[in-house]
T-cell receptor, first 114, second 115 residues
């Protein structure tokens, strides 16, 4: 069974600094996708970044980048130049290449300190 | 605003009751997904409908059912409600039948409180 683990329930970062959120997953599949979603206080789920497992290059979206270590089954999110608007719950998620079902972690609550 | 709408925003009901949650997907999207987010938990996938047909099923209880109508809106019916059903229920939509390459757009959720 696929499981996604986020071991940091809460994190904080100073504005303009860099923070890394951790995620590990367990799967026997070789082809899959990994995601980071952001859930601000509005509760809307917003896609931050997506990584295809077959791609060795780490995905990047502006200030957001990932460190994907396939052998270690690790998928961390790095937020550079943190902004107050980055404060939110961040969820790591997994989906099989042939599937439609997300498997979400329990989330990391990020606080940005002015 | 993702373009996905959900009604009602909040719902308070009693144990044993039945409720219906409604979701309207983005214009043109054929798939609708339902998720449950309990307190301090990640989202749990419940079910997906694609163009009116059930496409994928997750950990959906037998007391829960869903359908997608010809106009592509979807309803999630929760019956014999228990205290543990209190949660945030999200709907998402995507353009086609789904898959990891297809972005799911989430609605704002319906918060259900069972007393």
């Amino acid at each position: 069974a696929q499981t996604v683990t986020q071991s940091q329930p809460e994190m904080s970062v100073q504005e303009a600094e860099t923070v890394t959120l951790s995620c590990t997953y367990d799967t026997s599949e070789s082809d899959y996708y990994l995601f980071w979603y952001k859930q601000p206080p509005s509760r809307q789920m917003i896609l931050v970044i997506r990584q295809e497992a077959y791609k060795q290059q780490n995905a990047t979206e502006n200030r957001f980048s990932v460190n994907f270590q396939k052998a270690a089954k690790s998928f961390s999110l790095k937020i550079s130049d943190s902004q107050l608007g980055d404060a939110a719950m961040y969820f790591c998620a997994y989906m099989m290449n042939t599937g439609n079902q997300f498997y979400f972690g329990t989330g990391t609550s990020l606080t940005v300190i002015p | 605003d993702s373009g996905v709408t959900q009604t009602p925003k909040h719902l308070i009901t009693a144990t044993g009751q039945r409720v219906t949650l409604r979701c309207s997907p983005r214009s043109g999207d054929l798939s609708v997904y339902w998720y449950q987010q309990s307190l301090d938990q990640g989202l749990q996938f419940l079910i997906q409908y694609y163009n009116g047909e059930e496409r994928a099923k997750g950990n959906i209880l037998e007391r829960f059912s869903a359908q997608q109508f010809p106009d592509l809106h979807s309803e999630l019916n929760l019956s014999s409600l228990e205290l543990g059903d209190s949660a945030l229920y999200f709907c998402a939509s995507s353009v086609n039948s789904g898959g990891a390459f297809e972005t799911q757009y989430f609605g704002p959720g319906t918060r259900l409180l069972v007393l």
